[in-house]
């Protein structure tokens, strides 16, 4: 069995890709097609997470702060877009890279989902965060996100991509329905939800921006953690 | 406790799970749909999940029933016009593939609420372990570390409250640097205590040779057979999806739905995959009921065929 993981793997996601083309192509019919896309962001970054050489310190340091993120969502479960995990995720991608920052967001949305149900938007979050991640460890060595203030626009920025992106998931199931129109009336709706995710993402990293660079900054050199990036 | 459908290998889970997002993706016929979202929720109903689905319903309803509302507000697809709104013409077609779509979300909604249920995350590492490795290791210390923090956020918060530190008192600007210590002092003790189980780790050899994975779980005869039947009948509707059945075509004008032959043999091996599991859990239920039936329940002995998890790992 294990010797046939691989090929068997491999020949599943071919068959599922293929059968997700046909959909697209024969019938406009696009759902299996964009969690075919999804699952394909995110397969990279995983697979260099198998590749690459991690010590141990790392992996557990990962596996904490993705914990963190996602115990973070559980205080404010009653309240819709309203969650610190973004702000997290930036934080621990300011000190520890943009690769580590995907990873944790990626896993952080994964796990939270164990608590709060998971969906055909789990993968969507999953790839969200991450990106929320990347693009925080990429910009980290600008002088924009060295200033606080670059650091908070940076969260409101993020809060509203995030909600896009959240929305492509649901208007990718209305091929025929798709014009400006639907996809400003679906951007309209989810306005004020995005608002409180920007607004909060500020909120937070405000709040936590100077405490936890320090820490996070201080165990990186303390143990030596994630240095080469 | 795990009996029933959700005792069996959890290859079989998988592949029933994946099937059932898979038709719901591809195929596009209310019959069908219909037929696999009520399969399901007999299923849930069956393994008495029926009150965690109430509580969830409004959300999905909201969510399904706005693509409802959407399609022919935007699409003006179609021949049969039944009114004009604010001149833009609503036609039969555009509502019924707005409900077409409904359809298909909440059937994907309540397979996932099932997967939830019966795909344990156990199960899932279980599969996916031996494949990546580094990934299902983080995943699973993550999930590990959840409840941890939560137990230990409490007593952080029970030993700051003797020095003034609480988020219950003050103004709300000193209750929010409180919360801050707290996540803080979580934040560093975890992490100081993580590190040193990863030396542990290290110094008992972590990552020296490829990992190797237990696996709790065996193949027996039952579960070979579940998972023939899924294959074959699975294989079989999507033979029938290439045939072009179960296609119901709607733009630019509504066909109508004839149920020839073909479709119907696709139906039959459709239900067949949609309702295996059904059957084995009413197969327990029946084996229970009879079981207490007859004699001292105390005494009865084991019957052939009831299947647990305690039972196997015996």
Redesign the interface.
């Known amino acids: 069995m294990a010797r046939f993981r691989f090929p068997l793997l491999i020949a599943l996601a071919l068959f599922v890709v293929i059968l997700a083309l046909t959909a697209a192509l024969k019938d406009r019919h696009y759902i299996l097609l964009s969690l075919v896309l999804v699952a394909a962001a995110l397969f990279p970054l995983f697979v260099r997470l198998e590749r690459r050489a991690l010590e141990s310190r790392e992996l557990v340091l990962l596996a904490v702060l993705s914990a963190v993120a996602a115990v973070s969502r559980i205080p404010f479960a009653a309240l819709p877009s309203v969650k610190p995990v973004s702000a997290i995720v930036i934080l621990s991608a300011y000190v520890f890279g943009a690769e580590a920052g995907f990873i944790i967001g990626a896993v952080a949305a994964l796990v939270s989902n164990i608590y709060f149900g998971q969906g055909p938007w789990t993968p969507w979050q999953m790839f969200a965060w991450g990106m929320v991640g990347l693009t925080a460890g990429w910009l980290r060595n600008t002088r924009w996100m060295r200033t606080r203030t670059g650091m908070l626009i940076f969260g409101f920025i993020w809060g509203f991509l995030f909600g896009w992106i959240m929305n492509i998931w649901y208007i990718i199931s209305l091929p025929d329905a798709f014009s400006w129109g639907l996809v400003a009336a679906a951007y309209a709706s989810s306005f004020y939800f995005d608002l409180a995710h920007a607004l909060s993402n500020v909120f937070f990293l405000s709040l936590l921006a100077g405490g936890w660079i320090k820490v996070l900054q201080r165990f990186r050199k303390k143990y030596g953690l994630l240095q080469q990036e | 406790m795990n009996k029933g459908f959700r005792s069996m290998h959890p290859a079989v889970a998988l592949l029933y799970y994946a099937g059932l997002l898979?038709f719901a993706?591809?195929l596009?016929h209310p019959v069908f749909l219909l037929t696999e979202m009520i399969g399901v929720l007999s299923l849930l109903l069956m393994q008495r999940q029926g009150r965690h689905l109430l509580r969830?319903l409004p959300f999905y309803l909201l969510?399904a029933g706005s693509?409802a509302v959407?399609?022919p507000?935007?699409?003006h697809?179609g021949a049969n016009i039944l009114f004009y709104l604010l001149d833009q013409p609503i036609t039969l077609e555009?509502v019924l593939?707005?409900v077409m779509?409904m359809l298909?979300?909440l059937t994907?909604?309540i397979v996932?609420?099932s997967?939830?249920y019966t795909v344990t995350?156990d199960k899932f590492m279980y599969l996916f372990a031996?494949?990546?490795?580094?990934?299902a290791?983080?995943?699973l210390?993550?999930?590990r570390?959840?409840p941890l923090?939560?137990r230990r956020?409490r007593q952080i918060t029970l030993i700051q409250s003797t020095r003034g530190i609480n988020v219950n008192s003050g103004k709300l600007r000193k209750r929010?640097k409180d919360g801050?210590t707290l996540?803080?002092v979580?934040?560093?003790w975890?992490?100081e205590e993580?590190?040193q189980?990863?030396?542990s780790?290290?110094a008992r050899g972590?990552?020296i040779r490829k990992r190797s994975t237990y696996g709790i779980y065996k193949l027996d005869r039952q579960d070979i057979w579940i998972l023939i039947v899924l294959a074959v009948s699975g294989l079989c509707t999507?033979l029938g999806w290439?045939q072009g059945y179960a296609?119901l075509e709607i733009?630019p004008r509504m066909k109508p739905a004839v149920f020839s032959w073909g479709e119907a043999a696709m139906f039959a091996s459709f239900c067949l995959f949609v309702l295996t599991p059904l059957g084995l859990e009413g197969k327990e239920k029946w084996l229970w009921r009879s079981s207490r039936r007859s004699g001292y329940p105390s005494v009865t002995p084991m019957k052939a065929g009831i299947r647990s998890m305690s039972f196997r790992s015996r």
């Open positions: 898979l993706a591809l596009f969830a969510m693509v959407m399609n507000l935007f699409s697809r555009a593939y707005g779509m298909v979300l994907i909604f996932f609420r997967y939830n995350t031996a494949a990546a490795p580094r990934t290791l983080l995943s210390m993550a999930i570390f959840v923090f939560q956020l929010m801050m996540l803080k979580l934040l560093t975890s992490l993580a590190l189980s990863a030396d780790m290290k972590y990552g999507l290439l296609m733009y």
